[in-house]
Every structure is written in structure tokens, then in C-alpha cells.
């Protein structure tokens, strides 16, 4: 058995697709969390699943690439150069918040009670998802490309059913998998 493993990640076709169109040799996707990015080797294979797809949306990984590098990002940072142009338009460009935190937001301090004692407001529970995950990073790979019919890896070859959760799966952050022999 081949102890190879592979980098699974999740992202929209709309943002594959976009980053094919680009001219470059690399390309740098969204990756939501860092997951297992810092444990990566160059040179990795990455394995992506795809979502968004509709009626053709498959708990299979059908695009592959080559993993070089976690791209370094601090929050608050434009974003980082080589990101598709479709990811780009969809989430705007950080702006720097100069002001401190928003005396308004969940989870914030507020003494303006008359009782004399601090109150903190709830989180709100209802946070979006990808919050949950941290910070956005980046990765860049090279050599994207939709993977053919037969080189398809399904979610039940490439992750345990008690990992997987149920039926599908999709990995929220970048995860290493074994590949299937």
C-alpha cells in the first residue's frame, strides 16, 4: 500500500473555472481556515472538490493541482495577488478598521447599564459558518485541472465514514486524506 497522501479542499467551479481563464503558471485559492496547510510538503497533490454545481454537484473530488506554498495573509491585508477574479468580485476587498472594535458588535463590553455592573451582550449564535473556521488563507497551486470521468475520487474512497459525518462530506478547511490504493 502506497502511503502517498493528498491535500482535499472545497471550493466553488465558478472560481476553478475562473482561475483556468488566468494567464499564470500558479493560481492562489481561497482555502477558508489554514486546516493542514502548514503541514504540507511542495509538491503535494491537492484534490478538489467542487460545490455550487446543481443537479451535477458529486461528493467526489473531480479537479487536481500541485500544492506550492501556503500563501502568508494577515487579516485585514488586501487580498493576496493571483486569486481568481470570480472570488475577488464576489468578496470585497479588506479595509482596515482604524476605529477599534464596533461598540455594537456581538460579544462587545457594554457598562451603559444603570445598574452599576458590566453586562456583555451574547454572541450571536447564528455566526456564519466560515467564521467558525478563522481567518481566511490562501494557497497557491499549480498545474489546476479538471480531473477525467475514471480519475474521480469519491468522498467514501478518501475519507472514513465516521470523518465523513453521513453521507456527503466536504471538507471545510483543507485536510490531508490517504490516497486510496
Known amino acids: 500500500m ?11 467551479i465558478r472560481h476553478l473555472r475562473s482561475a483556468l481563464e488566468s494567464s499564470g503558471e500558479t493560481t492562489v485559492l481561497p482555502a477558508g481556515g489554514p486546516g493542514d496547510l502548514d503541514s504540507t510538503a511542495h509538491g503535494t497533490s491537492v484534490l478538489v472538490m467542487t460545490t455550487d454545481d446543481g443537479d451535477a454537484d458529486l461528493p467526489a473530488a473531480t479537479w487536481a493541482a500541485t500544492f506550492v506554498r501556503r500563501v502568508p495573509y494577515a487579516p485585514g491585508s488586501p487580498w493576496p495577488d493571483g486569486v481568481p477574479s470570480s472570488w475577488t468580485e464576489e468578496h470585497a476587498a479588506p479595509q ?83 490516497m486510496p490504493d
Open 96 to 178: 482596515p478598521d482604524a476605529s477599534g472594535p464596533d461598540d455594537d458588535a456581538p460579544g462587545t463590553h457594554d457598562d451603559s447599564g444603570d445598574d452599576g455592573e458590566d453586562d456583555w451582550e451574547d454572541d450571536d449564535e447564528d455566526d456564519d459558518e466560515d467564521d467558525l473556521a478563522g481567518p481566511q488563507s490562501f494557497l497557491e497551486i499549480a498545474g489546476l485541472r479538471p480531473l477525467p470521468r475514471d480519475e474521480w475520487l469519491f468522498a467514501n474512497e478518501l475519507v472514513g465514514k465516521q470523518a465523513r459525518g453521513g453521507r456527503s462530506f466536504r471538507p471545510r478547511v483543507p485536510t490531508m486524506v490517504a
Open 2 to 12: 502506497l502511503d502517498e497522501q493528498a491535500l482535499l479542499i472545497a471550493i466553488p
